[in-house]
């Protein structure tokens, strides 16, 4: 029988109950060990599972205070739990903290399998609700919008307030951060998800041309213009208007926002009539528009009246813990659109794209995902076909002193160095795991700590 696609990561630190769960389990669902929360933790940075088997009794703390954590993310994991304890308000505790179920130990294979199945149809059927929705409303509710990093997950708090609100919103953030799917959802969440989501990029048009295109037009309004065209604040109507790099308008174009912002009201090119619109309005900028307003390029009082609730996408390179969660994201993605099937990422590809510090943001991401997935013949993302530029970690060197002729083979030794260090404390520091997860021997593990300098935080198990 082949493997199932549903992810379990156990956590529990007892050899004879790791072995009696991979017999029991290994051999349908692709299952992954952790034997403390620290190795839990990273383990979960790495890879977000479907299931976890979390054990309350662990060598470093109670398992609850992990649980508490993935709760306080607010992203969708099954946890089990598995105690000794046979008191039920134990069972009813973590339950209230969010447990799917528990299991008390020992337990009969039968036992642990129908918990799993039931696990694993809970999570079939929260992933139908997540496809129906998405064939609803589009891809675009929170939901959907891939975040695991603290910084990310409150703003998402933020925003999720703010759609049932009918405040306006300024979303900033350099470009590929993702404002316009922040936009997206806060309207799918909201009270206008019925209406239209209108979008429009105010860098791609200038002078008439984005006034025509904002506020429409009569016919004769200009050379061209044959026919009377509705603009998009008419076409957002009952809905919500998305005002993309608003920073590139211009003064004459700002003060035609602020009357529209102000009254609700305006007139199209060449025409008389006032025409009156019920939107709801989102814009967004990677300009700084503070320092715009004091070069004279920005107008002060349509800022504060778009900056009721600002919203601070921060850029990739200062949110990693996404970029494992966003990687797999876009091989699923990619691998739907070409019916590809892989199996991963391995661990060094995963370890330089975490690395690199992505100027591009997503959307750089998405393309050498893209591009691996068009390129690569076997089942695994390698770093055979990461960009050049990736592989060299060339940010990094960018930053280093010029003058520094040994400064690429530096940077290289400290990316490896803190590599397998990452790599130790996931397998708790067992040679041999860690070597069969990077696909190396043992030795060549044993000879990078030592030519790296490595100190180890537990003695190493055979």
């Known amino acids: 029988m082949p493997k199932s696609n549903y992810r379990i990561l156990l956590v529990e630190d007892q050899d004879h109950m790791v072995t009696a769960v991979e017999m029991i389990l290994g051999a349908q669902y692709g299952l992954r060990v952790a034997r403390s929360l620290a190795q839990a933790r990273s383990m979960l940075r790495a890879e977000w599972p479907d299931l976890m088997l979390l054990d ?163 016919k004769g309004a200009f050379t061209g213009a044959t026919g009377t065209r509705k603009g998009r604040f008419e076409l957002a109507h009952g809905g919500t208007l998305f005002l993309d790099e608003v920073g590139n308008t211009s003064p004459e174009m700002q003060s035609k926002i602020l009357r529209v912002v102000e009254t609700r009201e305006f007139e199209r090119v060449g025409g008389q009539e006032t025409i009156g619109v019920d939107v709801r309005l989102l814009a967004a900028t990677n300009a700084d528009l503070m320092e715009a307003i004091r070069q004279g390029k920005f107008r002060e009082d349509l800022y504060y009246r778009l900056n009721v609730v600002p919203i601070e996408v921060p850029p990739l390179r200062e949110r990693k813990e996404d970029i494992p969660a966003l990687c797999r994201y876009f091989l699923n993605k990619h691998c739907s659109r070409t019916n590809r099937s892989f199996q991963g990422i391995t661990p060094e590809a995963m370890g330089l794209l975490t690395a690199y510090r992505w100027r591009g943001n997503v959307r750089e991401l998405q393309n050498v995902i893209e591009m691996a997935v068009a390129l690569e013949d076997g089942e695994w993302v390698t770093t055979r076909y990461l960009p050049a530029h990736i592989l060299a970690c060339t940010v990094e060197i960018e930053t280093a002193a010029a003058s520094d002729g040994n400064v690429l083979e530096r940077v290289i030794r400290d990316f490896e160095r803190r590599f397998l260090e990452e790599q130790l404390r996931i397998h708790d520091w067992n040679h041999r795991r860690t070597a069969r997860a990077l696909g190396v021997h043992r030795n060549t593990v044993e000879n990078k700590i030592k030519k790296l300098g490595i100190r180890e935080e537990s003695p190493s198990l055979p």
């Open 56 to 218: 309350l009794g662990l060598p470093d703390g109670p398992g609850t205070e992990l649980l508490q954590e993935i709760r306080a993310t607010g992203m969708p994991l099954d946890v089990v739990v598995i105690t000794v304890s046979r008191d039920i308000s134990v069972a009813v505790e973590v339950m209230k903290s969010g447990a799917l179920d528990y299991i008390q130990k020992p337990f009969e294979k039968e036992d642990l399998l129908l918990c799993v199945q039931q696990a694993h149809e809970h999570w079939r059927l929260r992933t139908e609700v997540q496809r129906l929705r998405n064939e609803l409303y589009g891809p675009f509710h929170f939901g959907s919008i891939v975040a695991q990093s603290p910084q990310m997950l409150s703003i998402l708090a933020v925003a999720r307030k703010m759609a049932r609100s009918e405040a306006t919103v300024l979303i900033t953030g350099e470009s590929g951060t993702g404002k316009e799917l922040v936009a997206r959802a806060i309207h799918c969440d909201g009270n206008r998800r019925e209406g239209p989501f209108v979008a429009v990029n105010c860098a791609q048009f200038s002078g008439t041309l984005l006034e025509s295109e904002l506020f429409g037009h009569e």
